[in-house]
């Protein structure tokens, strides 16, 4: 009988954004959330 064991360890180091990120990633967003929303209300009306 073998027992192979695989060890490893993950660093997640926090990147700072710049302001341009930012924005976008706020953008995307509230482009997501629209959307999101316009398929509940299609589904909906179905």
């Known amino acids: 009988m ?3 064991i695989l060890f490893f360890s993950i ?3 926090k990147r700072k954004e ?4 930012a924005i ?5 967003e509230k482009l997501y959330d ?4 316009r398929q509940v209300t299609a ?3 179905m």
């Open 2 to 4: 073998t027992l192979n």
């Open 11 to 13: 660093t997640v180091k």
């Open 18 to 21: 710049s302001l341009e990120e």
């Open 24 to 28: 976008r990633n706020e953008m995307v």
């Open 34 to 37: 629209q959307h999101k929303d």
């Open 43 to 45: 589904y909906h009306l």
